[in-house]
């Protein structure tokens, strides 16, 4: 069980940290929250304590995990699958999942294709899901703010998307 003031990550909504755990009565019967308060986009989740393992919640990488990360982002093979809705399925549940090897690649990919041409819409707001997982991860992770975070992600894949 985590305890107040962890981070922790919560698949598909990114990392943020505990600021409360409470008791809520729900249909007849009392269960346990954490109180997540993410830091990007400011947004505040109840995540049930009973169901934390099962949906994904785990804690923050590392700051070497990170790393790791950039290096795997910017070398990554990247197979697009030419069937758009398959396409889409496909990378949605890599973004479910919360594992950041997962939506690196996928945000590198979206970043490159919006510069390129544009995104459609359902790839847009997968673009924004996938960024917003990836900052709040790094800004725990390496205790930076936003805009350190957004500059230390669009420096470490300038080279990547303009290949």
């Given amino acids: 069980m985590y305890q107040i003031g962890d981070k922790i990550v919560y698949p598909m909504h990114g990392a943020g ?4 755990i409470e008791e809520k009565e729900i249909l007849g019967s009392i269960s346990s929250y954490y109180v997540l308060e993410v830091p990007v986009g400011n947004i505040s989740l ?3 304590v009973k169901n934390a393992d099962e949906i994904g919640v785990r804690g923050v990488v590392t700051p070497a995990v990170i790393e790791e990360l950039f290096t795997f982002i910017v070398n990554a093979e990247i197979e697009v699958n030419e069937n758009w809705n398959k396409r889409y399925r496909e990378n949605m549940t890599k973004i479910k999942s919360g594992d950041l090897f997962e939506i690196g690649p996928i945000y590198r990919y979206l970043l490159k294709k919006d510069g390129e041409k544009g995104l459609s ?11 917003q997982i990836l900052i709040s991860e790094i800004m725990l992770s390496l205790n930076i703010d936003l805009p ?3 500059e230390l992600l669009q ?3 300038t080279d990547a998307v303009t290949a």
Avoid: D, T
Avoid at 123 to 130: D, G, L, R, T, V
């Fill in 155 to 157: 420096n470490r894949l």
């Fill in 17 to 20: 940290i505990i600021r409360a």
């Fill in 148 to 150: 350190q975070a957004e």
């Fill in 46 to 48: 109840m995540v049930p």
């Fill in 121 to 131: 819409s359902g790839e847009k707001k997968m673009f924004i899901s996938a960024h």
